[in-house]
């Protein structure tokens, strides 16, 4: 099979830019190239901008698997990636036709593919799904890794109201998850690191012709970006129907990282019998223990994992550990690995519990020695996070994890002890503390859970997908 993957930044990229998706994607080609003989291509699009050219052009790149992958990216693609360098312009999704042109350009090129996977529609328009009318005997497959065909800010999350958008207000609401102003240096800033990149400009005076040339480029920032001025709730409403129409239209099969991620795409308008469920397959899945690393250990201990952010859960896993009945906060240590944790953002709120160890953030190579001791992870996202990796990771590790029901973490286990009702205190507290006076029902969390995906078994799945004849 001729397989072509696309991501909006490339799986290698030097700024580690891309989140579990593009790890996720790495992982996916790193296992094909090793184990199958099939053509793998990539290609990426609305990262990199040159400021030496105003034309849209496809470039082959290098990257970590030599020719065993062949990898190309949109320069200067008139729509901007992530997602979310362009939620002022919904308009430019529908409308634009450069990416569609430069799609069909790369694929009568290269030959043909059997399968093209979208692993997001970011940096492109999903105008390029219309392609599957040119070339009918080409799988068109897509992945909901995120929320981007409902929400240009991809989360579906009011940032606002701090809550799940589960109405949009025939757009209203999209207006006021905007900021104030767009970011329009966004485009200045790629064009610059474009820049330093081809001439190695660590020399300040090598720099100085870049800020000359500079203001030349800087006002087509507005052409990728757009201004607030032009945009109305009705661009909004637009945006999100004509994503749904194309993905029903043109996509072969539309995989969705969980059930929950399945069921709010449907209740969205994606057709039940185009969307199916494809757990991603994971590295952390090789060597997953299937029980709990620390056992009838005292002090019980919980952790959070992850960022600072309202979204998250961080400040609602903070707020109503410090309204837990004293007795029990005495028996319990907290482990809070953050990035950019902020002391103020839990002092004086976790006094009295009987620990709290605090880490700034985590890596794969630390996270064993920080879970070492925990017998409870907590996953308590107030949106609909698709399938978060900490998740996964902490499970692989030999951590039950305690989590909301937004979202597809809980769907690890199928016990429900282990889900609580999402942004309930109450519940989360009882739930809680169910397990500290009760730890012996942490055991159920592996008598309940599914083993995770490897990528054997994951691209196994894939391929039983890619191969599948159409039924008519």
């Not at 609401?173 to 240096?185: D, F, G, M, T």
């Not at 900490?390 to 769907?411: N, R, Y």
């Amino acid at each position: 099979m001729r397989i072509l993957y696309y991501n909006w930044i490339q799986f290698d990229n030097e700024q580690n830019q891309g989140g579990g998706v593009n790890i996720y994607q790495r992982n996916i080609i790193d296992y094909l190239t090793k184990n199958t003989e099939h053509e793998i291509f990539f290609i990426s699009s609305g990262w990199k901008y040159n400021p030496l050219k105003i034309k849209t052009y496809i470039k082959e790149t290098k990257n970590i698997f030599g020719n065993k992958c062949k990898s190309f990216e949109i320069i200067n693609s008139s729509i901007m990636a992530p997602a979310f360098a362009m939620y002022m312009n919904p308009k430019k999704f529908i409308e634009d036709t450069e990416t569609y042109e430069l799609f069909d350009k790369f694929i009568q090129e290269q030959g043909g593919f059997d399968v093209i996977h979208f692993n997001n529609i970011e940096g492109i328009s999903i105008n390029v799904l219309k392609l599957k009318e040119k070339y009918p005997n080409t799988k068109f497959i897509v992945s909901i890794h995120n929320y981007q065909p409902i929400c240009p800010l991809v989360q579906y999350f009011q940032n606002h109201n701090s809550c799940i958008c589960h109405d949009f207000r025939n757009g209203e609401e999209c207006l006021q998850c905007s900021q104030v102003k767009p970011n329009n240096k966004e485009y200045y800033k790629r064009c610059k690191n474009y820049y330093y990149d081809i001439f190695k400009c660590k020399n300040k005076f090598l720099r100085l012709p870049f800020k000359l040339f500079s203001k030349v480029f800087k006002h087509r920032s507005k052409y990728y970006i757009g201004s607030q001025e032009m945009i109305c709730p009705s661009d909004y409403v637009h945006y999100r129907k004509h994503n749904i129409i194309l993905l029903n239209k043109y996509a072969d099969l539309i995989l969705a990282v969980s059930d929950r991620v399945r069921q709010i795409m449907i209740d969205n308008g994606i057709s039940a019998n185009r969307i199916v469920t494809s757990y991603i397959g994971t590295k952390f899945a090789e060597n997953e223990l299937g029980y709990s690393i620390a056992k009838n250990t005292k002090p019980f201990t919980i952790a959070y994992l992850g960022y600072e952010r309202v979204d998250k859960g961080y400040f609602f896993f903070v707020d109503s550990l410090a309204k837990l009945d004293k007795e029990i906060a005495r028996k319990i240590n907290v482990v809070l690995a953050v990035s950019k944790i902020h002391k103020n953002s839990y002092e004086g709120k976790l006094d009295h519990f009987n620990d709290v160890i605090i880490h700034k953030g985590y890596t794969h190579a630390t996270l064993p020695e920080i879970l070492n001791s925990v017998n409870l992870g907590v996953v308590p996202v107030l949106w609909e996070d698709n399938l978060p990796q900490v998740a996964i990771e902490m499970v692989a590790l030999g951590v039950p994890i305690l989590c909301s029901s937004f979202g597809g973490a809980s769907e690890l286990c199928k016990s429900e002890l282990f889900k609580f009702n999402g942004a309930d205190e109450k519940d989360f507290l009882e739930k809680l503390t169910n397990f500290v006076q009760n730890p012996e029902l942490l055991q159920e969390y592996w008598q309940n859970h599914p083993d995770l995906m490897t990528m054997e078994k994951h691209c196994d799945l894939l391929f039983a997908i890619y191969s599948k004849k159409k039924e008519c």
